[in-house]
């Protein structure tokens, strides 16, 4: 397991871009804001906790053809299965490559973004600690989809159309400032579904 | 003396039936060539073999081990399939690194290339290459373990004449250190490699 983390961070590294196209991305939602709506202060707070979940899920959305269908595209999937025999800690080094590749990038610029939009030190604690229990479920769901529809090319809104369902109870409770238990719940059961979903994924590829 | 043996091999891929009782042994030192049309079923069989699929009715065994059973199997195979297993947005030399990592073995990348000639690719972004190039890039898999048996699915597909011959002189070198190969192909291998059946 360890051997694949490594390697997959090693091809995020080698592809640079991938730190900074979900992290720009993420800033780009958010700088639209002041254009749409206005520079008032207590406006932008107020819209800043709502548009930084969208600018998460569009941002995991997009990238989410990278968990597995890369390696399933090119063979890659073949070495990874073949020298890895527990399907679990494949989808549990996928897990972490993903969520480090393109959920850590946004959280490093989230800081400035909360400072742009005069968010408050306490309220960007929690807001942080959303965001937080929030991303991780949403690598689950984002992870088992993608096992799932895994040879499907092409098909990006089928996904989307899966997904973004599976995101509401992120969106509900994560505009909440005081609901990061119910998130991090919310993400434990995320990831009993996804471990399930995501080993009946692959093995029906390898089959 | 290792031995792989397929008894009364039948595989259903979906409803469709595309192995039929085969049986086959083949034991080290050896090369089999496995010929068939397209769709009939040599991908498939050399899957099974490979472990990826595990559902079908009859036996594979190695060294009179089954190898559904044989958690050390994998160690015992390398399987380069159809699919390059390469990066296209990275040079040769990145693709390389990561089969390094994933195989956990160091190797001298210049001395690898040069069996293909292919030394003055090393920093190339692999979407430049030729489909021949990519195909010898993704054969240098079979340095990378210290396997017992090579699956090589259809490995001549895009080698120019020299890079065959080079491939063929692997394969040969293999079998004289004890090692089994079987290929999946659709031309005539027959004046290089004798042992052959067809389905």
Known sequence: ?207 | MDELKIEDLTCYRGENLVLKDLNTKIKSGETLVIRGSNGSGKTTLLRVLSNFIKSYNGKVLFNDQNILEDPNYRYFFNFVGQKNSLKDNLSVKNNLKLWEIIYQKNISYSKLLEDFNMSHLVERDVASLSDGQKKCISLLRLNFTESKIWYLDEPFVFLDEENSQTLIQKIKNFNTNNGIVIITSNINLQNTFTNEIKI
């Open chain 1, 1 to 207: 397991m360890f051997a694949l983390l490594k390697r997959d961070l090693y091809l995020a590294l080698y592809s640079s871009s991938s730190f900074f196209y979900t992290s720009s991305f993420f800033v780009l939602v958010l700088v639209i804001l002041p254009f749409l709506f206005g520079t008032n202060n207590v406006q932008l707070q107020f819209l800043f906790k709502g548009v930084i979940w969208i600018g998460l899920s569009l941002s995991i959305l997009l990238t989410m053809e990278r968990i597995f269908n890369a390696d399933y595209e090119d063979g890659n999937l073949d070495i990874i299965l073949q020298q890895n025999p527990s399907i679990e800690a494949v989808i549990i080094s996928k897990y972490i490559t993903h969520w480090i590749v393109y959920c850590l990038p946004l959280f490093i610029v989230l800081p400035i973004l909360s400072f742009l939009f005069y968010v408050s030190l306490d309220s960007f604690f929690l807001i942080f600690l959303n965001l937080f229990f929030g991303s991780l479920g949403m690598v689950f769901i984002v992870t088992f989809v993608s096992a799932l529809t895994l040879g499907a090319k092409r098909t990006i809104f089928l996904k989307a159309i899966i997904v973004i369902p599976l995101f509401v109870p992120f969106l509900i409770f994560g505009t909440n400032l005081e609901s990061w238990p119910i998130l991090l719940a919310l993400s434990m059961m995320s990831f009993v579904l996804s471990m399930y979903v995501s080993a009946y994924g692959l093995r029906l590829y390898v089959e």
